[in-house]
Nanobody
Framework: QVQLVESGGGLVQAGGSLRLSCAASGRTFSNRAMGWFRQAPGKEREFVGAIGTRTAYADSVKGRFTISRDNAKNTVYLQMSSLKPEDTAVYYC???????????????????WGQGTQVTVSS
């Protein structure tokens, strides 16, 4: 059974940094896309960043967030810097079951999701 467990969320002041981790278990995802999405209260889930055959970021986080992965640990990371109050959301990691190029920004391309970790940025 595939399980994704996020960690690293918390409360941080504006301008601060956090690093989120997502550890996958149950199978290896070294050649599959792994991504991050977020959902703020009252808003729809939105794409943040993903890494597969290439790396993609939402315009709102480009230059501030960096996604990386450690295939040996089956883990994907999201380094978040220069955080803003509008970054406050529950952050979810996701993994695709498809080998090859996918639309990294589309939530429907991902088959497995974590339970989410809360990130709160105070002003």
């Amino acid at each position: 059974q595939v399980q994704l467990v996020e960690s690293g969320g918390g409360l941080v002041q504006a301008g601060g940094s956090l690093r989120l981790s997502c550890a996958a278990s149950g199978r290896t995802f070294s050649n599959r896309a792994m991504g991050w999405f977020r959902q703020a209260p009252g808003k729809e889930r939105e794409f943040v960043g993903a890494i597969g055959t290439r790396t993609a970021y939402a315009d709102s986080v480009k230059g501030r967030f960096t996604i990386s992965r450690d295939n040996a640990k089956n883990t994907v990371y999201l380094q978040m810097s220069s955080l803003k109050p509008e970054d406050t959301a529950v952050y979810y990691c996701a993994v695709s079951n498809f080998i090859g190029t996918i639309d990294l920004r589309r939530a429907g391309e991902y088959n497995y999701w974590g339970q989410g970790t809360q990130v709160t940025v105070s002003s």
